[in-house]
């Protein structure tokens, strides 16, 4: 990621009014806490315009960059900028929005904004990202600015060009600038017309240019040079320049002839040109910006609604992207984003157009393509190319892709619409397990719709304090005794109910919300397991679920050590499951910290085990303690032998290495004398109990063992994030029967 780096400390002006939205913001600036600068914060225009208003008179106290709300109490829509952007018209500006009002937000980047963020995005990477991004391009432009000042500075120093003629348009002095920069001596010049020493064309036309000196002296007034100007130098060689025309009066104000005065800048303009590309295109990989995209998707509307054909629109989002983020660093994860760019354009045609979105989000534009069999070509060559390796540095990086991918006109008239519609279809991929494309479908309207009040609802759950931890009890299978609890956690939400943890963790994941999630769900299993023991109850391992934005935060073993010092747990009592996936993936990023765990004394647990891909000499450099084996292989044990097969190789498995064996999702009598027959060491699964309450828990616990009973259906028992557990059936929870007997 870029520095933010200045000689004088600065501040980050944050204008808007919603708590909530100040608060995001401040998180997503807390990676950036290390850098000199502060952070203001008004709540209304008033506000905003009285605090730019001492700008100018405040030099030692710049602002290094404005992010606005558009919508505010006293003021909404694109006049909040532009009256804010008046008082401060060289501070880079970010503007906040809604999808609701995203085409204002686009209309402040063409009034002067340098970028926008869509609120529902906001986190601690898009955000800081934003930022250093526009604030790079800002200290970019005034550095061409001030070149360009420089420029015409030493040019001023050194003479400019001066030409004078008399009423008739013929040439009477030339400076030395002016023979060096005509290529014609004072001699040869004299008494010659102007379109023979100075002939001017239009650079974008050719078009010859009347000459501004015969102008100035017909309207007897100054009069500069159309832009894009060139001189036709002696040589045959072509200068852009700059220049100003005035009449010569004498001492009765009669017009006499006519001065001009000229400057070479093909330099500037050069360097103009690049700006201009620069205000065009992203600084990490120069692929057209948003901007540019849909200046280039609007007239690819247009041409295709002329002459009848479809254009298609992919919009790529690189799959848990923050986790490599976390764990690679900014640096290697800006090389990998290159790389995936190089990938994009050597997947398509010259007359595509590849584009950054921002951070990890791609759009390719098809503008002429024959269909949805035509487009599926182009997205199946993308997903074999971006999931080939990477090589970053030293390192080999896998990565994929997920699509959304819509036709004009069939899926929108717009560039708007396009856009928001490929975006939904994309989510759609993400939830279809990633690495895959997905057309975009009239229902996704509703559904993309509920995932923005899902994240926003996400927001306010821990401190509305809508979570609780409920607790599925871990029994060794040769005594019955509960040895360990896995903590799962239950969202209450007002209106919805009990939202399951399948519906609510991916969107967490996606919108950066889980390491906060996480957090609190390692802080709460390790409070209670502490309550439990100075209850005098037996004291067992609590296990709670990591992400992979846990183990890829930097400071999530300081993190651990941290919340059992506070909770005053032992850490041989407290069991961290890691996905087999995510650690396979990340195996040499995640080995040094596992090995910290263990150093620590914590228990590591390889959850799912079965459905990665591990091999033996990972497991065995790995420090792991238990295997979980996933129910998907335990449901069928009793009646597919390939399943069976691999339950007892996993067993087998964990005998050798020395770990201990625990199968999920025991629920039938004739699982349980399956494992027991083959020596697991221990299970879990609603035969023995559902994941129930804290206090109930308790109770379990007290008594110590746990006697399952034969369930009358076990076919119809249903899985763990199905419904609240409260609703589940008592005559088919042995665990209920024991806790409604003991009240």
Known sequence: ???????????????????????????????????????????????????????????????????????????HGIETFERLFALAPHTPFLVLSTSRFEATARLAITAGAQDYLLKSRLNDYTLPKALSSMIERAANAEALFQAKETAELTLNSMGDAVIRTDPSGRLTYLNAAAERLTGFTQLQADQKTLDLILPLIDGLSRVPLANPMMAAMAANEAIRLTTNALLLRADGSEAAIEDSAAPIHDRRGLTIGAVMVLRDVSGARAQSLKMTHQAQHDSLTDLPNRALLHERLTQAISTASSAGHPLALLFLDVDRFKHINDSLGHDMADQLLRSVAERLLACVRTTDTVSRQGGDEFVVLLPSVLGEADTTVFAERILEAISAPHRIGEREVHVTVSIGIVLYPDHGGDAETLLQNAD??????????????????????????????????LRHMLERREVVLHYQPIVDLKTHTIVAAEALIRWRHPRRGL???????????????????????????????????DADLPAIRIAVNISAADLCARDFVGCVRATLEETGLAAHHLELELTETFLMQEAAATADVLHAFKQMGVHLALDDFGTGYSSLSYMRSFPIDTLKIDQSFVRDITTDASDAGIVNAVISMGKTLGRRVVAEGVETAEQLAFLKQHHCTEAQGHYFSEAIAAADFAVLLRLGRIEPKPTPDADALPREDSAPAQSYCSSVRPCTQILEKLR
């Open 424 to 457: 939904g279809a994309m989510y759609r991929a993400k939830d279809q397990g990633r690495n895959n494309y997905q057309f975009f479908r009239l229902d996704m309207y509703a559904k993309a719709a509920e995932r923005q009040l899902l994240e926003s609802d």
């Open 1 to 75: 990621m870029p520095t933010l780096e200045h000689p004088i400390p600065k501040s980050i002006f944050l204008i808007l009014d919603d708590l909530d939205d100040a608060r995001a913001v401040q998180q997503g600036l807390a990676v950036l806490t290390s850098k000199t600068f502060v952070i203001e914060w008004a709540r209304t225009l008033a506000e905003g315009m009285q605090r730019l208003s001492r700008q100018a008179s405040e030099v030692e106290s710049k602002l290094l960059a404005v992010v606005l709300d558009l919508e505010l109490p006293d003021s």
């Open 499 to 533: 939202v399951p943890p399948s519906q609510f963790i991916p969107v967490a994941e996606h919108s950066g919300q889980i390491k906060a999630i996480g957090r609190w769900v390692l802080r709460e299993a390790c409070r209670q397991a502490r309550v439990w023991q």
